[in-house]
């Protein structure tokens, strides 16, 4: 009964390529997140929809662009991968955007551009 | 004893101590916090949150203090288990406007556990 999915979990590609990943989750939550984990284990915000509307883009390259097709999914595509790239995407959900809502985490998705 | 290495905070600690992991966060208006355990290969579970208008809560074997002045914020385990060994992260939570929030982590510690 996995709350919040992601695949693939391993993803190994070639510079140039394009490629995306996937997460669901079966919450019933309004809110979903992409996060960046770097070598360094640092976590930070990619993109945050409610409700299959984007309300959250941080400074990300437009090479990212997430898509979310109802609200138990939000995807992410991303075009010419280059080797920075290379780190670990987690999806997470929420109840909904709002005030002081925890946000659970999907296994992540571990991409490595050579 | 803890100790910064090369990536991360690492605290080291024998089966059975007591395990308390720091954060210095940054939005003196965050309102809300959170602490997550990453283990290898996972990702971050949710372990135990707090609100802005509390200075204590606790849990099962952990507890959470928030020190607003000094914008500190510490997670204590009790008899720490080598299953405790993982990443932990702080999180704060800020709400710039309704129906809108945002959540920074911070950077993270390891906790080792020996048997």
Partial sequence: ?????????????QMGNDKSIKCEQNLGHDTMYWYKQDSKKFLKIMFSYNNKELIINETVPNRFSPKSPDKAHLNLHINSLE???????????????????????????????? | GESVGLHLPTLSVQEGDNSIIN????????????????????GPQFIIDIRSNMDKRQ??????????????????????????SAVYFCAENYSPSAGYSTLTFGKGTMLLVSP
Avoid: M
């Fill in chain 1, 1 to 13: 009964d996995t709350a919040v999915s992601q695949t693939p979990k391993y993803l190994v590609t």
């Fill in chain 1, 83 to 114: 080797l920075g790239d290379s780190a670990v995407y987690f999806c997470a959900s929420s109840q909904n955007s709002g005030f002081q809502e925890t946000q659970y985490f999907g296994p992540g998705t571990r991409l490595l551009v050579l």
């Fill in chain 2, 23 to 42: 954060c210095a966060y940054s939005n003196s208006a965050s309102d809300y916090f959170i602490w997550y355990k990453q283990e290898s290969g996972k």
């Fill in chain 2, 59 to 84: 849990g099962q074997r952990v507890t959470v203090l928030l020190n607003k002045t000094v914008k500190h914020l510490s997670l204590q385990i009790a008899a720490t288990q080598p299953g405790d």
